[in-house]
């Protein structure tokens, strides 16, 4: 391979891999990675257990009382408007204004 121009090396020390999509993550711990170098393009090689992890946005206690204190919003629709703005007070806040 190395006559070809091929470099691989496996990488040490990894001690987890993500891969991010729109929805969730795919999680190696411990995963095996090998790069691999050719004509100048880098591509790495992932092996291992894998788990899937979901993504959402939780808001915190007090992001709610204050999305509450300031709207006068029900609970619930605080709630609601943290999760679809992803954490975003003060867009919340005008949501909940409109």
């Not at 090998?34 to 894998?50: A, L």
């Amino acid at each position: 391979m190395r006559q070809m121009g091929v470099r691989m090396e496996e990488l040490s020390g990894v001690e987890e891999v993500v891969i991010k999509l729109a929805d969730r993550e795919i999680v190696l711990p411990r995963a095996q990675v090998v790069r691999t170098e050719m004509s100048g393009q880098r591509s790495y090689q992932v092996s291992g257990e894998e788990f899937e992890r979901k993504l959402g946005f939780e808001p915190t206690e007090d992001d709610i009382k204050l999305v509450m204190e300031q709207t006068g919003a029900e609970r619930d629709k605080a709630v609601k408007a943290l999760v679809e703005t992803n954490g975003d007070i003060a867009e919340a806040i005008l949501k909940l204004k409109q």
